[in-house]
């Protein structure tokens, strides 16, 4: 549970009952790791809340007010996780857009996660979720709080030996984890499934996409077949908070952990992506 | 705006951030006419309540707590709205079924709507929409809290003539309404978008399905198409709250309010739905 909240910019753990998010999901979500009082990659955090403000037509709250309440959130943090909602505000009962409705900024700081199944890099267990994601172009990639389909798919295992779970499409691509995003490498390339009808474009994604280059990697972001998957050299999960988790059981299928995932997470790691403007 | 509220029995119009009803709309709701002291359909909207929370593995809040919060509220209210929303309870950040987790039960009171295109037995405006649904079909049916599709296709106009938008899937197919259930007569025949893949299975919608066969009406739930639909007799949209509003312009295309709907109208104000339990 969430050790301090601000709401508003005020010390308040509860919200209206009118309020969208909860009424209808109506509203978008970053999940921020916080190291030695310090936001990574808050610029990409907040460049994808803007990004999905945009779509939902939600009025972006201030980056200078999110920057201020984050960071006096966060003083004397060394290690945790601030977990930032926005949503369109206090509405009545309809779906209709509510007029001058203020958008509810709700940031939640958490302790840092600490993982049942040991050290996650020593190799992690993946399993693959009967769950399948439906299609939805207008709303994948961005991080709304309709997030129905990853608790599904979360709720198939109790196993707290397995780390994640891997989620295809209805259509049978594989798509990603219940929490993270998923790469693979076959030869000298970084595949990553393509997310135009779900999933979430992860800040860790892209930085691993743009990444690539300087470990000579090619990159493909493709439509991935699970028997593509199973034919991985290596593989790995990532999100903001984990980093890059290197999968060492996968499905039933044993992987070692490769040099070319070693080396990303090094190379991840040595960039502190700590963004310019705070 | 609700006029009153009961979280979990007690009266409050906030609820705790840690809710995942807000984090992740992970929850159900039901909105249930009042009439002079009584909830229609009460039974019907349990029924559905209990297969979405065995859907979502929530859960089920008990029938008789359910009924006597609900009745406390809607004392002396001659009209009104209760709108119910049941979530999983709070939780941590992680999408995991949270152990020992309580339900929450939100019960809200709101006054019964005003209609801004006036008197809808009159005939109502309805556009197409050009937000598409996407597929999904582990969700499709039940009244969850990922509300956001319906969300994003009413924002589309905002012209207080139109009473309600038309929703056809990323396949074309036609599917409902943005809050209300649609149908269509031709010939002698009732017909009704299938939900396997989307939409929500209202309790107006089912009883007018049921309702078919006192007026000689064949029904077919079936894939339609704009061009059938465009093709109707007769066209109406249901809901618990609006009953029956017959349609007069689809689109470009004008109807008249057809003889069918007019009695398939006072069939359904003919039952009074209240049910026994109450």
Chains 1, 2 share one sequence.
């Not at 999110?66 to 009545?92: C, D, F, H, M, Q």
């Not at 199944?117 to 309709?146: E, M, S, T």
């Not at 040099?259 to 040595?270: A, C, P, V």
Request: net charge neutral; with cysteine.
């Amino acid at each position: 549970m969430a050790i301090k909240f601000l709401f508003n910019g005020n010390s308040s753990h509860v919200i209206s009952a009118h309020d969208r998010g909860l009424q209808f999901g109506d509203g978008l979500f970053e999940t921020i790791a916080i190291k030695n009082e310090f936001l990574l990659c808050w610029d990409e955090h907040i460049k994808r809340l803007q990004l999905g403000c945009s779509r939902l037509k939600i009025p972006m709250p201030s980056e200078e007010t999110l920057t201020k309440e984050a960071r006096s959130l966060i003083s004397n943090v060394e290690r945790g996780v601030l977990k930032l909602i926005v949503t369109r505000g206090e509405g009545g009962r309809g779906y209709a857009l509510p007029l001058n409705a203020e958008t509810t900024r709700l940031m939640s700081l958490y302790p840092w996660p600490e993982y049942s199944f040991g050290n996650p890099d020593n190799g992690i267990k993946v399993r693959l979720c009967n769950y399948r994601y439906g299609h939805n172009p207008a709303l994948a990639g961005i991080k709304h709080l309709n997030r129905l389909e990853q608790v599904m798919a979360r709720s198939e295992w109790s196993d707290t030996t397995i780390a994640e779970g891997i989620i295809l499409d209805y259509e049978k691509n594989v798509i990603e984890g219940t929490m993270s995003n998923l790469f693979y490498i076959k030869n000298n390339t970084l595949y990553t499934p393509e997310l135009f009808a779900c999933g979430i474009n992860g800040i860790i994604r892209q930085k691993v996409i743009t990444l690539a280059a300087e470990l000579n990697l090619e990159v493909r972001i493709d439509k991935i077949s699970l028997q593509r998957l199973m034919d991985a050299d290596e593989a790995f999960m990532c999100n903001s908070i984990i980093g890059i988790w290197p999968i060492t059981l996968l499905g039933e299928k044993s992987l070692e952990i490769g040099e070319k995932t070693i080396r990303m997470k090094i190379l991840l790691q040595k960039y502190s992506f700590i963004s310019e403007s705070q």
